[in-house]
């Protein structure tokens, strides 16, 4: 089992639609947890950064972990176009290694 | 603020060449990684520094060097250009450990 799953996508929705964006991991020391943003031909923007279980909010997005089920999500409200972009989500584990998934690509249709 | 710079952008190689990606950020960070991502992959680790004078080997460090002789500058050394090290590079930098501030990557074709 890797350590870190992530649904490739793509992912179209509707603009104004809810998005759920969803990673599963294997390993119970993970303990950070990040969302990246990646637009196409740019580098990750780090969007979201977590320690603990439970919801973080930031504007129109939320981040969301559950270490008991070792699964994690960032929810996009009211998505723009704007926001399609490949997510990718991170975990850093008590030894500092950090592992990337490999990503979820979203298309908001406008 | 320029934030974390990369150069060049493109670059293509021959086998067995040798070449450096430069890699500078102005934020006074000390932390500073270097990622390789490969299409429909994502971001490994392949060296990274916690302070001018101390590196450590990521993922996959094999074929790559660096040094880190200023808070600013991040160097990655190919030594001998492999067809497998066609990929996509990124440098980051944060002030904790957690890559916050990436550059917009070196695209480096070896053929």
């Known amino acids: 089992q890797k350590e870190v799953e992530q649904d490739p996508g793509p992912l179209s929705v509707p603009e104004g639609a809810i998005v759920s964006l969803n990673c599963t991991y294997s390993n119970s020391a993970f303990q950070y947890f990040m969302w990246y943003r990646q637009y196409s031909r740019k580098g990750p923007e780090l969007l979201m950064y977590t320690y603990s279980s439970g919801n973080k909010e930031d504007g129109r997005f939320t981040a969301q972990v559950d270490k008991s089920s070792k699964y994690i999500s960032l929810f996009i409200r009211d998505s723009q176009p704007s926001d399609s972009a490949t997510y990718l989500c991170?975990?850093?584990?008590?030894?500092?290694?950090?592992?990337f998934g490999k990503g979820t690509r979203l298309h908001i249709l406008p | 603020n320029a934030g974390v710079t990369q150069t060049p952008k493109f670059r293509i190689l021959k086998i067995g060449q040798s070449m450096t990606l430069q890699c500078t950020q102005d934020m006074n960070h000390n932390y500073m990684y270097w990622y390789r991502q490969d299409p429909g992959m994502g971001l490994k680790l392949i060296y990274y520094?916690?302070?001018?004078?101390?590196?450590d080997k990521g993922e996959v460090p094999n074929g790559y060097n660096v040094s880190r002789s200023t808070t600013e500058d991040f160097p990655l050394r190919l030594e001998l250009a492999a067809p497998s090290q066609t990929s996509v590079y990124f440098c980051a930098s944060g002030t904790a450990n957690q890559p916050q501030h990436f550059g917009d990557g070196t695209r480096l074709s070896i053929l």
């Open positions: 991170a975990m850093r584990d008590r030894d500092d290694k950090i592992i």
């Open positions: 520094s916690v302070g001018a004078g101390i590196t």
